[in-house]
């Protein structure tokens, strides 16, 4: 069996060296899963995609229409 002062030494050990290690690695682990986006984060952000798509389709649609419909508004909105 091992003696008492051993055991002391063995545990010292373990609080230096072993201790920080994992919670080191522990945390590491965590900051990477946290810096993921989540399911419900990508199924978000791909709603907003689609939103901006199809508001940029509107956009240049209105675009044409008022090329064809007031040529030169372009000049006399300052763009």
């Known amino acids: 069996m091992m ?3 051993a055991m002391f030494m063995l545990g010292i050990i373990f609080l ?15 900051w990477r899963a946290a810096r993921r986006l989540s399911g419900e984060d990508e199924k978000a952000l791909a709603e907003i995609w689609q939103s901006a798509r199809r508001i940029e389709a509107r956009i240049e ?13 372009r000049m006399r909105a300052g763009g």
Do not use: K, N
């Not at 072993?18 to 965590?30: E, Q």
């Not at 649609?61 to 508004?73: F, K, M, R, T, Y």
């Open 16 to 30: 230096l060296i072993v201790a920080p290690i994992w919670i080191v690695a522990h945390y590491a682990t965590r």
């Open 3 to 5: 003696s008492s002062a």
């Open 61 to 73: 649609a209105l675009e044409q229409v008022l090329d064809s419909e007031a040529p030169g508004w």
